[in-house]
């Protein structure tokens, strides 16, 4: 239910939806934290940054460190090549992957830059 809930609210324009998906990313479920990455991730929210970083580096369910890679590709945050590059080179063939998947959506505001 509070999966469905996250998801829903990708088609609700109201001021306290992030606030409520951010609250989301602690739910104990980790198909909820999850399915909240994917949200925040679809609507863009640059606000979630941060808690979206720390689930990279601390989410104990595989899944969900890998949705959190793909957000950061998706919102394009100023510190997304920081950020993903090194992950290119994971052990963990899943996390390269993703990485590099996610560096492909990155969009880099003055285009390519030279020794990108």
């Not at 999850?34 to 609507?43: E, K, N, S, W, Y």
Request: avoid cysteine; proline fraction near 10%.
């Amino acid at each position: 239910m509070r999966a469905a809930a996250a998801s829903a609210l990708a088609r609700v324009e109201h001021p306290s939806r992030t606030a409520a998906l951010l609250r989301a990313l602690n739910d104990s479920d980790p198909w909820v934290r999850f399915v909240t990455l994917r949200t925040l991730g679809a609507i863009g929210a640059t606000e979630a940054v941060p808690p979206v970083l720390a689930r990279i580096e601390k989410d104990p369910a595989p899944h969900v460190r890998l949705a959190a890679i793909e957000v950061i590709g998706r919102i394009s945050p100023s510190e997304a090549l920081e950020v993903l590059e090194p992950l290119t080179t994971s052990p963990n063939p899943d996390i390269a992957r993703t990485a590099v998947a996610a560096l492909g959506n990155v969009t880099f505001p003055d285009g390519p830059s030279e020794g990108r």
